[in-house]
């Protein structure tokens, strides 16, 4: 499976665009990629996923790069309440059998007002 | 809005007593999952379910049990609490298929071994 590599920490001022990067260069061409976050003590939530194309919600825009080796999750008007750990995982297939997800260190983005 | 439960949010208890953690859901999700986190760290499996009648262990190795009779419930069980099983255990269950594949989290237990 695909590893990912992550900053520890970011910092973000309210408001402002928080912008996640995530290394993954040994992904292969049918993994996708996925965002999660996990607010202090509770469960991870799921936020976006993608191929290749960019792709857009409610919460974030996920970038992947064209060679697909790396991709950046914007939340593009940070509040207080995004202050979470943001895990970017490539080992989901999506029809796959293989329906595991490995949570790595993930980046604790802090949102300062 | 994930309907997934479990119980107890907080438990201490002491050392060598049986617990089990319980986890529900209402989705009709065939796929569950255990993980466990001590604070500040990573989420490790420890064990999960395809279905009814169904377990395997995660990749963490872990001392507990757990059993899937039911689709919508797989508790997950400590035969002997240790201060080592101290820790957050948390239940997911999986919706998978287009557009996306994606679990859904329980609020947790933390689990307090004296």
């Known amino acids: 499976d695909a590893k990912t590599t992550q900053p520890t920490s970011m910092d973000c001022a309210e408001g402002r665009a928080a912008n996640l990067p995530c290394n993954h260069s040994?992904?292969?061409?049918?993994?996708?990629v996925y965002w999660y976050r996990q607010i202090h003590s509770q469960g991870p939530q799921y936020i976006i996923h993608?191929?290749?194309n960019n792709e857009t919600n409610e919460m974030a825009s996920l970038i992947i790069t064209e060679d697909r080796k790396s991709s950046t999750l914007i939340l593009p008007h940070a509040t207080l309440r995004d202050t979470a750990v943001y895990y970017c995982?490539?080992?989901?297939?999506?029809?796959?059998?293989?329906?595991?997800?490995?949570f790595g260190k993930g980046t604790l983005l802090t949102v300062n007002p | 809005e994930a309907d997934i439960y479990q119980t107890p949010r907080y438990l201490v208890i002491g050392t060598g007593k049986k617990i089990t953690l319980e986890c529900s859901q209402t989705?009709?999700?065939?796929?569950m999952y255990w993980y466990q986190q001590d604070p500040g760290m990573e989420l490790h499996l420890i064990h999960y379910?395809?279905?009814?009648?169904?377990?395997e262990k995660g990749d963490l190795s872990s001392e507990s049990t757990v059993s899937r009779i039911r689709t919508e419930h797989f508790p997950l069980t400590l035969e002997s609490a240790r201060p080592s099983h101290t820790s957050q255990y948390l239940c997911?269950?999986?919706?998978?298929?287009?557009?996306?594949?994606?679990?859904?989290f329980g609020p947790g237990t933390r689990l307090t071994v004296l």
């Open positions: 997911a269950s999986h919706r998978a298929g287009r557009p996306r594949n994606e679990q859904f």
């Open positions: 989705m009709g999700h065939d796929k």
């Open positions: 995982i490539v080992d989901l297939r999506s029809g796959g059998s293989n329906y595991k997800l490995t």
């Open positions: 040994t992904i292969s061409g049918n993994e996708y």
């Open positions: 993608g191929l290749k």
């Open positions: 379910s395809y279905g009814v009648n169904s377990t």
